[in-house]
């Protein structure tokens, strides 16, 4: 059973697209989380949901706009893809207390032309 | 503001020990964690301190001192298979947000 799943796997699309990435965990988490990862590897969290609420928004610009239907589930929608969007985007689930271990899903590597 | 400083790459041989040393300057601690991702793959969560002293997860183990924003993983008998990036990670922010380095890079030789 996968715990943190991700669709697609790989997203290649053109400048001014409007394209999602959906996610969704099993192991009961209440909080998830999206990350995004540049050629460099720079590991950097874009927005955190704890029961379905928003938490953290790290200065996104609002083309992204996460959703959280339940939560299991944290989908992101972007809107006019620039060519600064491709990465690979990695969705995480952990409970907020304890040691806080995160679950990465398997990573959108998401390439805009 | 928060920031974590950690090594870009190290490189050691197959069999020896490898200390990679991560500071962190942050607002609110929740602990220091350990990831680690090799090439095409996700990270996944090595080891966790949330309070000074060792941790110890098999041939992995770590540090931290909160008196001096400091901590470490020192990985022991070294295999090809650890070859991967390796991230020191901090929570705060009610534990809702967490902080990441930029990874070292780890080579295992032969």
């Known amino acids: 059973d996968t715990a943190v799943s991700q669709t697609p796997k790989y997203l290649v699309t053109q400048m001014g697209n409007d394209k999602s990435i959906k996610c969704e965990q099993n192991?009961?988490?209440?909080?998830m989380y999206w990350y995004k990862q540049d050629s460099k590897k720079f590991l950097k969290i874009m927005f955190s949901?704890?029961?379905?609420?928003?938490?953290i928004n790290e200065t996104v610009p609002n083309r992204f706009s996460p959703k959280s239907p339940d939560k299991a589930h944290l989908n992101l929608h972007i809107n006019s893809l620039e060519l600064g969007d491709s990465a690979v985007y990695f969705c995480?689930?952990?409970?907020?207390?304890?040691?806080?271990?995160?679950?990465f899903g398997p990573g959108t590597r998401l390439t805009v032309t | 503001g928060q920031s974590l400083e950690q090594p870009s790459e190290v490189t050691a041989v197959e069999g020896a020990i490898v200390q990679i040393n991560c500071t962190y300057q942050?607002?609110?601690?929740?602990?220091l964690s350990w990831y680690q991702q090799h090439d095409g793959g996700a990270p996944t969560f090595l080891s966790y301190?949330?309070?000074?002293g060792l941790e110890e997860t098999g041939r992995f183990s770590s540090f931290l001192s909160r008196s001096d924003s400091y901590g470490y993983l020192l990985l022991q008998e070294l295999q090809m298979k650890d070859s991967a990036s390796y991230f020191c990670?901090?929570?705060?922010?009610?534990?809702?947000?967490?902080?990441f380095g930029a990874g070292t890079r780890l080579f295992v030789k032969a």
């Open positions: 301190n949330g309070l000074d």
């Open positions: 192991l009961g988490h209440d909080t």
């Open positions: 949901y704890n029961n379905k609420e928003l938490i």
């Open positions: 995480a689930s952990s409970q907020p207390s304890g040691r806080g271990e995160q679950y």
């Open positions: 990670a901090v929570r705060g922010t009610g534990g809702f947000k967490t902080i």
């Open positions: 942050t607002s609110g601690f929740y602990g």
